[in-house]
C-alpha cells in the first residue's frame, strides 16, 4: 500500500519539477536558465561521488578527470566537421575523430561509457588502496588526464580547447539525465547489491567474511560513479559550449565533493538539496567578486572573495555539522506525511 | 569416537608475524556435525588459528582442507563461498544498517543480485530481492529478532549484536560455522542461553561448530572435543574431561605455583 | 649530451630536488604523527614566499631579516591551521581532517588573491645569490651552491630535534601510538602544534628559495610543488624524515632528467610525478624507507 502511495508521489513530483521548468523556460532570463542548468549538472556529478565516496567509502578525488573524459569525447562525438577543421589550428584532428558524429543523446552516453572505462582501468590497480591513499591516486589520475589533455593536440587541440560546441544540452536534457541519475543511483543504493556496498564502508573485514568480493564490488561502484561523472562532464561541456584543459583543475572536483560532504554522505535527498544550495550560493556570491556601484558610491570587485566565502562554509561544516545537512538520512514521502499527520494533530489539539 | 567424516583439518600450519609465531605446527581434524572448542591463555594464537581458517591470514606454512579441498591459498569470500562463516571477537556488525539488511548482506553470496538487476522494478532482479528480503527475515524469527529488523543494528543490546552476528553469518548458508568468544560479556544465564542456541542451530542448520571461549562452563557444557593452544602451541585435547583433568591445561592457564600446589 | 650539460642538468635537479624535500619533510612529519595528508601544506610553502615578498616591499626590511620574519610567521600559520582546523577532528574518521585541509588550502589560495591579488610578483634576489659566474662553460648560479646546502644544514638541526632532544622524543612516541604517549603525560597537542611549526618552517624556507630560484610568486605555486613534494614523502617512505629528503632529490633527478634527456616529453613534466605515485603505491605502498604494516583483524 506504501509503495503504490510512493510511486504516485514521485510521478507526481516529477510532473511538477516538469510543469516548473515548462514555465520556468518562458518566464526566466537566460541566467537564471543557466543556473538551473548548472543545478541539475552539478547534482548529477555529486550523486555520483556520493555513490564512490558515500555509500562505497571509497575517498575519491578523481571526479575531474572523469568530467574531463567524458567532456572531450562527448564534444569532439557533436562538434559539426567543419568547425572541427577552424578550430584545430596547432594540428587537425586525426582521423577518425575528425568525421565521426553522433546525436546528443549517444554522444553523452559516449562520454559517459568512456568515462566509466577509465574508472574501470584505473579501479584495477588503485582500489587496492585504501582511504587517503585512494584519495591522492585517484587525484593524480585526474591530474594526469588535464596534463594529458593539455599535449594531446591531435585530439583535445591541447591548451586552446574546443569551441563552439553545439548548445545542445537546453533544461530538458539536463533534467532528464539527472533524474534517471537519480533514479538509477536510488534503486542500486536501495537494493541488496547497495546493501553490500554500504556493507565495504562500515567494516570491509566483515565483509569479506561474508563472502563479498570486495574489489569487485568495488570496481563497480566506481565505474557506475565514473560514467555519471563522465555523463555530468558532456553536458557541462554543451552547456558552456566551451572546454579546456585549465576548467578540469582540482577545484571541480572541490565543489563536488563541498555539495556532497554538505548534504550527507550516504544521503541522496541530501546530495539534491545541496546541489540546488550550493549552486545557487556559488553564482550568487559571484556578486562580491564583480565591482557594484550604488549611486555615486564606488566598491571595487574583491578577486578571490567568492572562494573564500565558500571554502569558509566548507571549513565550517566539517568542523561543527560534519554529517552534512541529512547525515545519513534520507526524506522519503512516509517520512513527509508522517511530519504532516503528527502536525495536523497537534494543530486540532 | 567411532570413525566419522571429516569437515575441516589443518596440517602443520605454522604463522608467523614478523619474529613472533602466533601459531606452531598446528594440526587438528574436526569431524562432520560435531561441536568443538578452541580454548587456551590470551594471546595463545586463537583468533590467529580463526584468521588462518578463514583466509585472512595465509599461513607461513602448512595447509588447511575443508572437505578435502585446499583453502589455503583462498582469500576470505572465497573460504566463504566455500561454506565455513565466522563471527569477531570483538563484535563486527555494520552499524549503520538495520538488523534485516546486515543479515540481507549475509545473504549476497548465496544470491547475489547483480548492479544490472536494481534499476528495473520488475523482473529478475526484484525477485530476487524479495527473495533475500524473506529468507532474511525467516533467519531473523529463527534466532528470535525479528520484531528489531527494522532498528539499526548499532542500537541493540549486547547480546542480541551477538545473535545477530551468528544470524548474519548463517545467512552464508555455512556448514562450518567459527564463532569467536560468542559468550563473551555474557552473565551465566546469558551464557546458559547460548548454548542451547548453538545445539539448536546446529541441528537446524546442519552444522559442525567450532568455537573460542574463555568461559569453561560453556566449554565444558557444549563440547565434544577440545584443543588447547598456549604460546602458538597445541599443549593438548581431548573430551572435555581428559582436558579438565590434563595438568599441562591447568599449568598453562594458572601457572606452575598452581599445579605445585594442587 | 656534453659533460657541461650533464652537469647543468645536474646543478638543476639537486636544487629542485632539495626543495622538493623540505616541504616534503612537512609531509612526512604531519603523516608520521596525525595519519593526515595535509593538503595547505603546499600553500605553506606559498606564504613563505610571499611574506618575504612584502617584508622587503611593504615594510622595508632589510632582506635577510625579512627572511627570518617570514620563515616565523610562516610557522605561526602552519600552527593555527592545525589549531583551527585539524585538532578538533582529532577524534573524527581520518578522512574528515583531509577534507578540511582540502578547505583550508583553498582558503589561503583564495584569501591570498584578495589580499595580494592574484597578480604574479617578480621577486628581489640578492645580487650575491643570483649572480651568474661562468665556470668553463657552466654557467653556476650561486644559488644552485646555496640552496643544497642550505637545505642539508636545515635538514640535519631537524634531524638532531627529532632525535635528540625532549620534543622529537614526544614525536617519535606520538607517531607510535598517539593515545598511550598522552597516557603518559605528554602534553601532546603541543608537541603536534611544534611539529606543524617546525615543517612549515622548512616549507617557508622552501618557498623562499624556490621563488629566488624561478623569481616569481603568486597565490597557486604551492600547488603543484606541494602535490610533487607528497609524492617525493610517499616515494621515500611516509613518516621517514631521510626518506622524504631522499624521495625529494630522487623526483627532482627524474623530472629534470627525463627531460633533458627527452625534450618531446616537457610537456607532460607535471605528469611524471603522479604515474610515479601511482606506480609507487602499487608496487611498494611503504615506500623506499618506511616500514611494512600488516593489518590486524
Ligand atoms: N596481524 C598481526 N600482526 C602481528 N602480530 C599479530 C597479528 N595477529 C596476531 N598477532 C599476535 O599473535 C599472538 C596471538 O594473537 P591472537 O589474537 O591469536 O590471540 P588469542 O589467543 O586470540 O588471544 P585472546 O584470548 O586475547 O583473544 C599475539 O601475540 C598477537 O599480538
Ligand atoms: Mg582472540
Known sequence: MYESRTKRLNVAAVALLGFFLWWAQGNLDGYKIQILNLVAINIILALSLNLIYGFTGLFSLGHAGFMAIGAYVSSLLILPAAQKEMIFLLEPLVWPLSVLQAPFFVAVLAGGVAAALFGLLISLPVLRLGGDYLGIATLGFAEIVRVVANNLSGITNGALGLKGIPNHANIWWNYGWCLFTLYFIARLVNSNFGNVLKAIRDDETAARAMGIDVLRCKVVSFSIGAFFAGVGGALMASLLTTIDPKMFLFLLTFNVLMIVVAGGLGSLSGTVIA??????????????????????????????????????????????????????????????????????????? | MTERETALETQGVTMRFGGLTALHDFSIRVHRGSIVGLIGPNGAGKTTCFNVMT??????????????????????????????ARTFQNIRLFSNETVLQNVMIGCHVRTPLNWWETPLPFGVGAKKEKEIREKAYHLLEEVELAHLADECAASLPYGAQRRLEIARALATEPRFLLLDEPAAGMNPQESQKLMAFIRHIRERFNLTVMFIEHDMKVVMGVCEYIWVLDYGVLIAEGAPKEIQADPRVIEAYLGEEAVADA | MSVEMFIQHFLNALTLGSLYGLIAIGYTMVYGILRLINFAHGDIFMLGAYFVFWGGALFRLPWFLSVVVAILFTALCGITVDRVAYRPLREAPRISALISSIGVSFFIQNLSIVTFTAIPRAVHVPQWLG??????????????????????????????????????????????????????????????????????????????????????????????????AFIAAVLGGIGSIQGAVLGGLLLGFIEIMIIAFFPGLSGYRDAFAFVLLIVILLIRPSGLMGEKLEEKV
Open chain 2, 55 to 84: 583466509g585472512f591470514y595465509r599461513p607461513t606454512e602448512g595447509k588447511v582442507l575443508f572437505e578435502g579441498r585446499d583453502l589455503t591459498a583462498k582469500g576470505p569470500h572465497e573460504v566463504c563461498r566455500e561454506g565455513i
Open chain 1, 275 to 349: 546541489g540546488v544550495v550550493i549552486t545557487v550560493l556559488l553564482e550568487w556570491l559571484r556578486f562580491v567578486e564583480n565591482p557594484v556601484t550604488i549611486g555615486s558610491f564606488h566598491i571595487p570587485g574583491i578577486p578571490g572573495m567568492r572562494m573564500v566565502i565558500f571554502s569558509m562554509a566548507l571549513l565550517f561544516i566539517i568542523l561543527f555539522r560534519r554529517e552534512g545537512i541529512m547525515g545519513m538520512r534520507e526524506i522519503t514521502w512516509n517520512g513527509i506525511i508522517g511530519v504532516c499527520r503528527r502536525k495536523g494533530e497537534k494543530d486540532r489539539d
Open chain 3, 131 to 228: 649572480q651568474v659566474h661562468l665556470i668553463g662553460k657552466v654557467r653556476l648560479l650561486p644559488l644552485a651552491i646555496v640552496v643544497p646546502i642550505v637545505s642539508l644544514l636545515l635538514t640535519s638541526g631537524l634531524l638532531w630535534v627529532v632525535y635528540r632532544t625532549k620534543p622529537g622524543l614526544a614525536m617519535r612516541a606520538i607517531s607510535k601510538d598517539i593515545e598511550t604517549t598522552r597516557l603518559m603525560g605528554v602534553p601532546v597537542n603541543r608537541i603536534i602544534a611544534i611539529t606543524f611549526g617546525l615543517g612549515s618552517a622548512l616549507a617557508a624556507a622552501s618557498g623562499i628559495m624556490w621563488a629566488l630560484r624561478y623569481p616569481q610568486i603568486h597565490p597557486f605555486m604551492g600547488v603543484i610543488p606541494g602535490f610533487k
